[in-house]
Structure formats: structure tokens, C-alpha cells
């Protein structure tokens, strides 16, 4: 997801300049259309609109006689032209992109349409990559639901009693680190400062526990049976002194296991009660709902900072080590499987 809103800002940060009637990118001396231009591309939309009756993704520039058109297309990605004002389907930021993305049902068909006088260069090409990428992060998404549809139907059955006894954190320490998974935290956890107050991912706990940190709260989100692996080696007596944040239909072996204080959010999925304060995970993972619950909890105040939450592995390992991944191979490793090779499948999921 991440690729995804990178590789948009960097799109909508391209604005055309107009220089007697022809219309330049900055970066570029030769022109990419004419005033003439314009009014034959809006034919092509209008029939394209007409021969297309699923959804249309449209990357090029605005103009305010396009402006009827603007209906034509579920969205719209302006790269630069005149002011526009933000509107259903106009795509101005990241956020709204990830918000289409995540709009995205397995029954619709997806037309992808780019303006014809982008040149056929690196910035055709970075279009392209960032159309494919963020669909194919779109599509993965869509895999997961279908996965996890039983799942979390289960889950919810599990947990339902398990709900009335958790709280929303109200009052609790602003964190100074968010820590998640990511094999960048083996070395970065070295320099943290004993005395931080530290926000961990179940991925993570293990070895920040090993490392002697205390931790303010950790976060399991995951529905998944693999969650209840990342708390394997550590003593109920250690549990018992910690707090944890999860999500309703998180799998049932984490909400069970002995933590001092359990912490709850309503959040849109309909399984899910509404009792508790409610939060969005934009991004639909654990880094999204340390960052939903710190801004609920401290608005205003900035992010604190991240490490392993940036989406990069490190020769294909996805993970740090002392992760449930490396010790579920652990036991079977030999010349032939090991850890490393095991994250080389795994982190595929993660390009």
C-alpha cells in the first residue's frame, strides 16, 4: 500500500504549463496538446464512457471543459491543468487513492485509461508501474477478504464473550516508538533508549522483550491462527505484566492468553459490535491502527517514530529474527531448508 501512495503523490505532483495555447510538463520542451486537442480527446472520453460500462481509472490532465465528464469515470487522477475543485471521483491526494482502492469489489471490471500524449518515457513508465502495482495491491486485498471471510466469521463467534470484559484505552503514555516487524529492527532496536515508551506489534515482541525493553502496549490484529505463534516462548508471568490492543475478530488464542489489561475498538467490518469507540485502519494491518489509535488518543501531535513498518525487506527476509517465522523453521531447518529460504517464499508477498 505503501508503493501504492508513493508512487500517486509523485503523479500528482506533475502540472502542466501553458504557453500559447499548448500545454508543456515542466520537465519537457515539446509540447503534449493543443486547445484543439482538447476537444477531440473529450469525444474519445465521451465514446469511451459509452463503450465501457464498468469502472474507469483516467490518468491525465484537467480541463474545465471536461468538466461534465467528470461523471464518466469512477476515477480521475489530474496530472496538473487548470484548478479543480475536489470531487466524487476526483482523486487530489493519497488518501483518496487508497480510498478508491480499497472501494474496489471482485465484480467489477476495470478500464484504465491514460492520457494519449503522455510521451512514451520514463514518465509513461512510472504511470504504468504505479497503475499496475497499486491494482495488483488491490487485487491481493480482495484475495485476503476471500481468505479471511470464514475466518473472521469464526472469530467472531469465538470472541464474543471474550468482548464485554475489554475497555478503550483512554489515558495512557504517549508511545516514542512505533516497533513492527520488519528485519530493519534486528540493528535498530540496539540504539532505542531503555527508558522509551515503546508501542510493539506481536510480530516484534518477542525479541524487544529479549532485548530487556519494557513495552507500553502491544497490537494483534491479525485473524489468522499464526498470531497466537508470535507470543510462543514467552512466560505467562511476562504476559501477565503487559497490555494489549486488538481487534474483534483477532484470533481467539491471543484474546484468551493472560495479559494484565485488554484494550478493544469498534471498527466498520458489520461482525463487530459497537460499543467501544471507533477507529479506521486505513491500511488494514497493525501499523494502521497504532497510527488510528495514536491519533485518537493524541491529536494533533506527530507521529512518533517507526521501525519496521517501512515495507522493505532485506535480501528477502521479511521479518526480524526472533519472529514466530524464524522459530516455526527453526525446528526443521536443515541443508536444504532454513529460515532464510523459507522468508524467500514468504516475503513474496510483500513485493
Same mark, same amino acid.
Given at each position: 500500500?505503501?508503493?501504492?501512495?508513493?508512487?500517486?503523490?509523485?503523479?500528482?505532483? *506533475?502540472?502542466?504549463?501553458?504557453?500559447?495555447?499548448?500545454?508543456?510538463?515542466?520537465?519537457?520542451?515539446?509540447?503534449?496538446?493543443?486547445?484543439?486537442?482538447?476537444?477531440?480527446?473529450?469525444?474519445?472520453?465521451?465514446?469511451?464512457?459509452?463503450?465501457?460500462?464498468?469502472?474507469?481509472?483516467?490518468?491525465?490532465?484537467?480541463?474545465?471543459? *471536461?468538466?461534465?465528464?467528470?461523471?464518466?469515470?469512477?476515477?480521475?487522477?489530474?496530472?496538473?491543468?487548470?484548478?479543480?475543485?475536489?470531487?466524487?471521483?476526483?482523486?487530489?491526494?493519497?488518501?483518496?487513492?487508497?480510498?478508491?482502492?480499497?472501494?474496489?469489489?471482485?465484480?467489477?471490471?476495470?478500464?484504465?485509461?491514460?492520457?494519449?500524449?503522455?510521451?512514451?518515457?520514463?514518465?509513461?513508465?512510472?504511470?504504468?508501474?504505479?497503475?499496475?502495482?497499486?491494482?495488483?495491491?488491490?487485487?491481493?486485498?480482495?484475495?485476503?477478504?476471500?481468505?479471511?471471510?470464514?475466518?473472521?466469521?469464526?472469530?467472531?463467534?469465538?470472541?464474543?464473550?471474550?468482548?464485554?470484559?475489554?475497555?478503550?484505552?483512554?489515558?495512557?503514555?504517549?508511545?516514542?516508538?512505533?516497533?513492527?516487524?520488519?528485519?530493519?529492527?534486528?540493528?535498530?532496536?540496539?540504539?532505542?533508549?531503555?527508558?522509551?515508551?515503546? *508501542?510493539?506489534?506481536?510480530?516484534?515482541?518477542?525479541?524487544?522483550?529479549?532485548?530487556?525493553?519494557?513495552?507500553?502496549?502491544?497490537?494483534?490484529?491479525?485473524?489468522?491462527?499464526?498470531?497466537?505463534?508470535?507470543?510462543?516462548?514467552?512466560?505467562?508471568?511476562?504476559?501477565?505484566?503487559?497490555?494489549?490492543?486488538?481487534?474483534?475478530?483477532?484470533?481467539?488464542?491471543?484474546?484468551?492468553?493472560?495479559? &494484565?489489561?485488554?484494550?478493544?475498538?469498534?471498527?466498520?467490518?458489520?461482525?463487530?459490535?459497537?460499543?467501544?469507540?471507533?477507529?479506521?485502519?486505513?491500511?488494514?494491518?497493525?501499523?494502521?491502527?497504532?497510527?488510528?489509535?495514536?491519533?485518537?488518543?493524541?491529536?494533533?501531535?506527530?507521529?512518533?517514530?517507526?521501525?519496521?513498518?517501512?515495507?522493505?525487506?532485506?535480501?528477502?527476509?521479511?521479518?526480524? &529474527?526472533?519472529?514466530?517465522?524464524?522459530?516455526?523453521?527453526?525446528?526443521?531447518?536443515?541443508?536444504?531448508?532454513?529460515?532464510?529460504?523459507?522468508?524467500?517464499?514468504?516475503?513474496?508477498?510483500?513485493?
Amino acid at each position: 500500500m505503501e508503493q501504492s501512495r508513493q508512487c500517486i503523490e509523485e503523479i500528482l505532483q *506533475w502540472i502542466l504549463i501553458e504557453k500559447e495555447g499548448r500545454y508543456y510538463l515542466p520537465f519537457l520542451n515539446s509540447p503534449l496538446y493543443s486547445e484543439r486537442g482538447t476537444t477531440r480527446e473529450m469525444q474519445l472520453l465521451t465514446a469511451l464512457r459509452k463503450e465501457n460500462p464498468g469502472k474507469l481509472i483516467y490518468v491525465g490532465p484537467y480541463r474545465a471543459e *471536461w468538466r461534465e465528464a467528470e461523471s464518466f469515470f469512477e476515477a480521475w487522477i489530474p496530472t496538473g491543468g487548470e484548478q479543480w475543485n475536489p470531487g466524487p471521483g476526483i482523486i487530489v491526494s493519497a488518501d483518496q487513492w487508497i480510498e478508491f482502492l480499497h472501494s474496489i469489489r471482485p465484480e467489477d471490471s476495470l478500464t484504465v485509461v491514460v492520457h494519449p500524449s503522455f510521451p512514451a518515457s520514463m514518465y509513461r513508465e512510472t504511470i504504468d508501474n504505479c497503475l499496475r502495482n497499486s491494482l495488483a495491491y488491490a487485487a491481493g486485498r480482495l484475495k485476503t477478504l476471500r481468505h479471511f471471510t470464514k475466518i473472521w466469521e469464526y472469530n467472531a463467534r469465538r470472541n464474543a464473550e471474550l468482548w464485554k470484559a475489554f475497555t478503550f484505552p483512554e489515558k495512557i503514555e504517549k508511545p516514542d516508538y512505533f516497533i513492527l516487524g520488519g528485519p530493519q529492527v534486528d540493528n535498530a532496536v540496539r540504539n532505542i533508549p531503555l527508558g522509551a515508551v515503546l *508501542w510493539v506489534a506481536d510480530t516484534a515482541l518477542f525479541t524487544v522483550l529479549h532485548h530487556g525493553f519494557s513495552v507500553s502496549l502491544t497490537f494483534s490484529v491479525d485473524a489468522g491462527f499464526a498470531s497466537r505463534e508470535h507470543f510462543f516462548g514467552i512466560p505467562r508471568k511476562a504476559l501477565s505484566k503487559l497490555d494489549i490492543f486488538v481487534d474483534f475478530l483477532s484470533h481467539p488464542a491471543v484474546l484468551a492468553l493472560p495479559f &494484565r489489561k485488554t484494550y478493544s475498538y469498534s471498527s466498520s467490518h458489520p461482525l463487530t459490535p459497537k460499543s467501544l469507540p471507533a477507529l479506521v485502519n486505513g491500511s488494514g494491518d497493525v501499523k494502521g491502527i497504532m497510527t488510528a489509535l495514536f491519533t485518537k488518543l493524541f491529536p494533533g501531535k506527530d507521529l512518533p517514530e517507526m521501525i519496521g513498518g517501512t515495507g522493505l525487506h532485506s535480501g528477502l527476509v521479511s521479518h526480524l &529474527r526472533g519472529s514466530a517465522y524464524h522459530r516455526r523453521m527453526a525446528t526443521r531447518a536443515n541443508r536444504f531448508i532454513t529460515a532464510e529460504n523459507y522468508f524467500r517464499i514468504l516475503s513474496q508477498r510483500y513485493r
